[in-house]
């Protein structure tokens, strides 16, 4: 196996692996076709990073195999398989004080001889992973003052500059908003335009979905379907890996098929519950909040933002603005009317960047006038704005903001403060 020329093929026979005594997948089998992007894609539990990990040859199967252009990674040595296979894990390591350059070459290891400098060939492969990936003048910049979407680049650039074949990613998009999601995604179908193989586990399906040339969806450690999104994304599907709160429908401009949160039952009137999410990190709590009979707000939310088409579906009260832009005062101001009727606002863990913080100062504004404010424990260590997300959650929580550890205790504290009503049978 070679780290130069064209895609790797990857074969998965029959694979079952087991962690600490649980079955993690149950033979699963997938074929993947060079210069090809692959989105493996599931709900949380579903196997996406062990199947990783597997084809990484980091793991060991309990039966069934993994071939990486016909090779066992597991019998191949250590540097060969670095340097036809790279590997970005979802929370990789970058000591403090590093640079984006310095982090870049750190790539070249699999081919640097002991003890030696490196060579004016990896000099240049650095180079043109740092051009490749848009990442040239952060060159000198630490890689803890970047963006989440900047950071995100170097790191794919550091796997770049191994030269592979095959590029194996978990979670690349997690805890980035919506514009750096659909970079991220654009890099990735690039690359593999150029011919490398990209295998990525997504937790959004619509991103998979408009950026992957094939889709494997798993659940419970099995593959419900594989292959491009109209024959993975169908309603029957979806809902046995999901659940019954999810919907399938096309999407009004590509046509392709796109997740929602499903309609709602005939619900009675409630407390009102406002909503502040995006990026994905909302869907569930709308649909549970509706589910539970509470009258529903959300925003500000972006136009074509996930948790904006599940509001919509759910058929909720919805403050939004344009796609990619800043929150602007209208909606600010529309926003805040909405929260400062509530009964409660539950703010979820948003991933917040420059165009979404004002929703922060919704929640504090709601705060001011005596709403109760509960907040998904996690929303301060999704801050993309050098801290002022943080900042502004600290001060909600000086303020009488209520923490919850994640949302089923959200939802616990708002039933406590303004009462749990029924869904209409």
């Known amino acids: 196996m070679s780290g130069a020329g064209a895609g790797l093929r990857v074969e998965v026979l029959g694979l079952t692996c087991r962690l600490g005594g649980i079955t993690a997948l149950d033979g699963v089998s997938l074929t993947i076709e060079p210069g090809t992007v692959v989105a493996v894609v599931g709900p949380n539990g579903a196997g996406k990073t062990t199947l990783l990990r597997a084809m990484a040859g980091a793991l060991g199967p309990e039966a069934g195999s993994v071939l990486v252009d016909g090779a066992n990674p597991r019998a191949l040595p250590v540097r060969t398989l670095a340097r036809a296979m790279a590997v970005l894990p979802q929370r990789p390591a970058t000591p403090a004080g590093v640079t984006a ?27 043109a992973a740092m051009a490749q990936t848009g ?55 690039g690359l593999a335009s150029g011919g490398l193989t990209v295998i990525a586990a997504l937790h959004d399906v619509n991103l998979a979905a408009a950026y992957a040339d094939r889709l494997a969806l798993l659940a419970r450690g099995r593959v419900l379907a594989a292959g491009p999104a109209a024959e993975v994304i169908r309603p029957e599907t979806i809902r046995q890996a999901y659940g019954d709160a999810v919907g399938v429908r096309a999407h009004p401009v590509t046509g392709r098929p796109y997740v929602v949160a499903a309609p709602p039952r005939a619900r009675q009137a409630g407390p009102r519950v406002h909503v502040i999410c995006g990026g994905g990190s909302g869907a569930e709590a709308l649909a549970r909040c509706v589910e539970a009979g509470y009258e529903v707000s959300a925003g500000v939310l972006h136009v074509v933002d996930t948790d904006d088409e599940a509001a919509r579906a759910l058929g909720v009260d ?13 909606a600010f101001e529309d926003a805040s009317a909405a929260a400062g009727r509530a009964g409660a606002v539950l703010v979820t863990a948003v991933p917040f960047g420059p165009g979404n913080l004002r929703n922060l100062d919704v929640a504090a504004r709601a705060r001011a006038r005596g709403v109760p404010v509960v907040i998904v424990d996690g929303v301060g260590h999704r801050d993309f704005t050098g801290g002022l997300a943080a900042d502004a959650v600290a001060r909600l929580r000086a303020a009488g903001a209520v923490a919850a550890a994640d949302l089923d205790a959200a939802l616990r504290v708002i039933a406590d403060l303004v009462g749990a009503p029924r869904v209409a049978r």
């Open 101 to 127: 350059r310095e982090a870049v070459a750190w790539g070249r290891m699999p081919h640097l001889v002991r003890l030696a400098r490196p060579t004016r060939a990896d000099l240049e492969a650095v180079d």
């Open 135 to 189: 990442t040239l003048a952060l060159a000198a910049r630490p890689v803890e003052a970047l963006s989440g979407g900047e950071r995100q680049r170097v790191l794919i650039a550091r796997a770049l500059a191994q030269r592979p074949r095959l590029l194996l990613l978990d979670e690349p998009t997690a805890h980035l908003d919506m514009s750096a999601q659909v970079e991220i995604a654009g890099l990735l179908r």
């Open 318 to 330: 919805l403050v939004e603005e344009a796609p990619f832009s800043p929150i602007g005062d209208r």
